[in-house]
């Protein structure tokens, strides 16, 4: 595979993550990620664990939000090989239960990748959450 090609696959790869996470789909959400995936959300309050820990932690928690939106921008893949290291800038406006204003984060989605006979997949990712408008309790 090219180098172009592996930037596109890498590009489709976070473009499915933020529609599995907004369409509350966790099979695709689980097709982003290896068996051994280690995901890491605690800088935004959340769960760090292993990949099927993260998916019943996030759709109990997602089953309450009425909606979210994730924009994935400024993708840097680093290639070498069967390996990637990727940062990518995140924007996600979102309706949280309960609340009538709406609330927005954003920041650094960091993913370690690796090549698979299923073309790239994250095995690591941790959120860095840089700031939060309008965040539950004020």
């Known amino acids: ?19 599995a996470v907004d369409t509350k789909d966790w099979a695709l959400y689980r097709s ?16 760090a664990g292993g990949r099927d820990e993260v998916i019943d932690w996030l759709s109990a928690g997602f ?6 939106m994730h924009y994935i921008t400024n993708i ?11 940062q990518a800038m995140f924007y996600n406006p979102m309706q ?6 709406q ?20 095995r690591s990712l941790r959120e860095e959450n840089i700031w939060f408008s309008n965040p539950p309790g004020g």
């Open 32 to 47: 982003v990620f290896t068996d051994d995936a280690h995901i890491d959300y605690t800088s935004a309050g959340a769960i």
């Open 1 to 19: 595979m090219s180098w172009a090609e592996d930037q596109l696959e890498i590009q489709a790869l976070l473009a499915r993550y933020a529609r």
């Open 103 to 122: 609330s927005a984060c954003g920041g650094y989605y960091h993913h370690a990748l690796v090549r698979t006979a299923e073309g790239w997949r994250s």
């Open 63 to 68: 089953a309450t939000i009425p909606w979210s």
């Open 96 to 101: 949280l239960p309960g609340m009538t204003a």
């Open 76 to 86: 840097e893949a680093d290639i070498d090989g069967d390996r990637a290291t990727v």
